[in-house]
């Protein structure tokens, strides 16, 4: 069974950073792309970023690209999402997913995931 645990989030002034973690079970980063989605509040859940390895295919939405960084440690079967100069509109609930590399795309944002962890707040204040 895919269990995936956040952890990392909390509130910082604009500007600031985070770094979210999430451990994964039950998975191989070498059959899964694993991920990161958002949703704040009244918007509907977005990509943010996703990535495959050991092939290092790597997405970004538009809006964190440049400011978030995706990473992965497969001895700790985690993979981090660093934010950096965060901004009020960041401010969601994130999410970490997976789902075997076959049915999903990286480049287009892997769409499709079938495994979802609980969430972990980030708020940014102004």
């Known amino acids: 069974e895919v269990q995936l645990v956040e952890s990392g989030g909390g509130l910082v002034q604009a500007g600031g950073s985070l770094r979210l973690s999430c451990v ?17 509040p009244g918007k509907e859940r ?9 092939e290092n295919r790597i997405y970004y939405e538009e809006s964190v690209e440049g400011r978030f960084t ?3 440690d497969s001895a700790k079967n985690t993979v981090y999402l660093q934010m950096t100069n965060l901004k009020p509109e ?37």
């Open 24 to 40: 994964a079970s039950g998975l191989s980063f070498d059959d899964y792309s694993i991920g990161w989605f958002r949703q704040a």
């Open 70 to 72: 995706i990473s992965t």
């Open 46 to 54: 977005e990509g943010v970023s996703c990535i495959e390895t050991p």
């Open 90 to 126: 960041d401010t969601a609930v994130y999410y970490c997913a997976a789902e075997l590399k076959k049915w999903t795309v990286v480049s287009a944002g892997c769409p499709g995931m079938g495994h979802w962890g609980k969430g972990t707040l980030v708020t940014v204040s102004s």
